[in-house]
Structure formats: structure tokens, C-alpha cells
């Protein structure tokens, strides 16, 4: 069997394995795709380990040991998957089904592909000798719910599993009018929930009671989100009782900022929004992060540039942010540099390809696998072997 054999292979186990996180502890059932990637590199010479964070949320690390004066690179993949609502798919979400040149299912896109690229050439290093610093592959738990249970827990009580220097992960190699953007970065979460006191009263006369609903702004495309700091209100509560008025209600927002913007900066932006409402508003911090970005000016960055432009020599290479988040940002914070890295057919624009993530009938160009494959085990051989 070939590379991408292997790959595809991988890839429609790891997806049939459904280790769907829905947020809760007792859901993603890593376990399922840890055992499955151990499988996968039997027989050959690696060192494995295995670290439960919770009961089935198995994070697993393969290691490649290399010379330790060179520069050491490590494949971040997760293996969980978001939930489906399954009367929107017109396909079975956990099938694997191949059809018109597409593998459907939900993960082949976010982000099982990658993860399965990235482990079939850590296999395919491993058997053929690794001519660098040390490679580790690692298969994440929980990445879709923040990394509490996976990237979190490994940064807090494992830091030393694997390196942090360099670091690859999702997502890039999608086309922008005569370039291809790569993930150096991503916004940070500024998520706020906002609290509203008043009197109580009977739900038949509500005229005069200090009361209000808010509404600030739109959730806007992928063009919007990249320029802006965004505002997407997302969940409304008050209340209880039909016939009585609330006397507490509250509004959560989820922020993203962009590198430099702080908390305080966000409180004041929301207090200048509110207005004559401000001093009536309670605001409560939920999930707070900042922003995190790498340089473009590093070993790892310029492997990126060759190999895309080994690919697609016309294409200009640009950094981009991502208007979500990944594990990559425990990288950055951990001191390591940390890019998102895959390769997309041309007619696969950015707005397509991020059209997939969480969607139903999630799929996969198979055409996009392959070169994806093609492209990590370019790009990892290359790394490993530059001695600059």
C-alpha cells in the first residue's frame, strides 16, 4: 500500500471510531482513536505513551527520536469531533462513505485528515530512518471543547511529553486570490455574560419596568470575522414563570480579539456600546484568553514557504488568523512556534474550505487528502533534514 493508502485507511477508522465531544466530560471517548493510532504503529521503532485526563479522554504521544542538537518538530492532531444533528446529513455521518471523489463523514475535515496525514508520515520516518531532531506525533483529546481535557491538561501536567518549539497543526493551505494562507495565529476569547437587575412584577402589566433586551451586531463571514473584533450574541435567559416578570435577566456574548486587544479594552467597548444603560448592566467574565501569533521569521515558517511553493510555485504564501481557536495557542504560550499546515486543490478557495468545519455533510476533496499527505511528508523531511 502506498502513503496515501495508508492515510485514507486511517482516516475512515478514526472517523467510523465517532469520539464525538459534546462539552461534558463523560463525552469524546478518545480512547477509541488512541487505541486505533497505537494499532497503527505496531511494529515500528517508536516510543508511545498514553495520558488519561478523565475516564476514555486519552491523549496519545508518539516520539521519534532524533539528534538533540537539531531542531525537534511536533504534529499536534486531535481526535475528537463535534456532535451532529443527523436529520440535516444526507449521508451517514460516521460511514466513511466515499462517493464522487468525497469522503463524507463528520471529522474528515476538522480535523481527522490532518491527523491522519501526520501520523501515516511519522510511521513512514519512523521505518525509514529520521534524519533530524526528534519528531513526536500527537493524537489530542478535546481540542473541540477548548482542551480542558487534552492540550490544557498536557501543558499543566505533562509539559515535558513532547516539544513545544515547533509546532504544526490546523489549519492552511487553502487559496486566496494568488496566494495560500497559513494559520500563524488566532483571536482570543473575551466571552461575557451580561447581567440585568430589576423589580419583579405580574406578567399582565409590564409597561414601566426596567427591563431591556439587548442586541449588538450580527455573527458575520469569514472577511468580517478576520478584521474585526467580533461580537456574536449567543445564548438569552430570563425568566421562569409565564405570568411573572423577571427580575434578572442575562445575555452571553462570545468575543473574539485580536492580538493586543486586552479585557479591559473589551469591558470599555462594551460599556461605550451600552450607553445610558451601563450603570445598569453587570459585566461578568466567562472564558477569557488572549490572542496568540508566531513569527513568520523562523525555521519551521520557511519549510512552509518552500513546500507550498514546491506545490504551487505562482502562489504567493500568507500568514493568516484564525477566527476560532486550536491547540496551537498552548504552543505559543508553552514559547513554541506554531503554525496550521494542509494542502487544498486550487478550487478549493478559503471560504470553501472553511464552509466544512461543523457542518453537516462534512467532507473531504479526496483529491485534498492526497495532497495534503504529499505536502506533511515533503514538509517534515525537508524540516528535519535542513540543517539552517
Keep these: 500500500m502506498t502513503l496515501y493508502d495508508d492515510t485514507l485507511a486511517l482516516l475512515q477508522e478514526l ?90 463523514g463528520r471529522g474528515a475535515v476538522d480535523m481527522l485528515f490532518i491527523t491522519a496525514s501526520m501520523a501515516a508520515v511519522t510511521r513512514k520516518i519512523a521505518q525509514e530512518g529520521n534524519p533530524g531532531g526528534t519528531l513526536a506525533f500527537v493524537g489530542m483529546a478535546d481540542e ?25 497543526s490546523e489549519t492552511g493551505g487553502s487559496h486566496l486570490p494568488g496566494a495560500l494562507g497559513f494559520n500563524v495565529g488566532e483571536k482570543g476569547a473575551g ?9 419583579a412584577g405580574h406578567g399582565s402589566t409590564p409597561y414601566g419596568k426596567d427591563f431591556a433586551i439587548l442586541k449588538i451586531g450580527d455573527l458575520a463571514a469569514y472577511a468580517h470575522a478576520f478584521s474585526h473584533t467580533t461580537i456574536a450574541e449567543t445564548v438569552l435567559r430570563a425568566g421562569g414563570a409565564i405570568n411573572v416578570l423577571p427580575s434578572h ?17 473589551l469591558d470599555n467597548f462594551l460599556r461605550e456600546a451600552l ?44 500568514p493568516v488568523h484564525a477566527t476560532g481557536g486550536s491547540d496551537l495557542r498552548f504552543a505559543r504560550r508553552m514559547g513554541g512556534n506554531a503554525y496550521g499546515f494542509a494542502m487544498h486543490a486550487e478550487a478549493r478557495d478559503m471560504a470553501s474550505a472553511n ?34
Design 15 to 104: 472517523i467510523r471510531n465517532a469520539c464525538v465531544n459534546d462539552l461534558t466530560p463523560d463525552s469524546g471517548n478518545e480512547v477509541r482513536n488512541a487505541d486505533t493510532l497505537e494499532k497503527f504503529f505496531e511494529g515500528t521503532d517508536v516510543e508511545i505513551a498514553r495520558y488519561e485526563s478523565h475516564p476514555g479522554r486519552v491523549s496519545i504521544v508518539v516520539t521519534v527520536p532524533g539528534d538533540p542538537e537539531k531542531e525537534p518538530l511536533t504534529l499536534m492532531g486531535h481526535t475528537d469531533v463535534v456532535p451532529v444533528d443527523e436529520p440535516k446529513w444526507t449521508k451517514p455521518p460516521f460511514d466513511a462513505l466515499i462517493e464522487d471523489g468525497k469522503l463524507y
Design 144 to 168: 473541540e471543547a477548548r482542551g480542558g481535557l487534552g492540550v490544557k491538561f498536557m501543558s499543566e501536567q505533562h509539559p515535558d511529553a513532547f516539544s513545544w518549539k515547533n509546532c504544526l
Design 191 to 199: 466571552q461575557r455574560r451580561l447581567h440585568v437587575h430589576g423589580d
Design 249 to 265: 435577566a442575562y445575555l452571553e456574548m462570545d468575543i473574539r480579539p485580536f492580538p493586543g486587544q486586552t479585557q479591559d479594552e
Design 275 to 318: 450607553g445610558d444603560l451601563a450603570d445598569e448592566v453587570e459585566i461578568e467574565h466567562l472564558i477569557t484568553e488572549d490572542a496568540t501569533q508566531s513569527s513568520t521569521d523562523t525555521k519551521l515558517w520557511h519549510a512552509i514557504e518552500a513546500t507550498s511553493k514546491e506545490f504551487f510555485p505562482d502562489k504567493d504564501v500568507v
Design 355 to 388: 464552509s466544512q468545519l461543523h457542518s453537516h455533510d462534512e467532507h473531504l476533496y479526496l483529491e485534498d487528502l492526497e495532497l495534503t499527505v504529499r505536502a506533511y511528508d515533503s514538509l517534515v523531511t525537508r524540516f528535519l533534514s535542513s540543517e539552517k
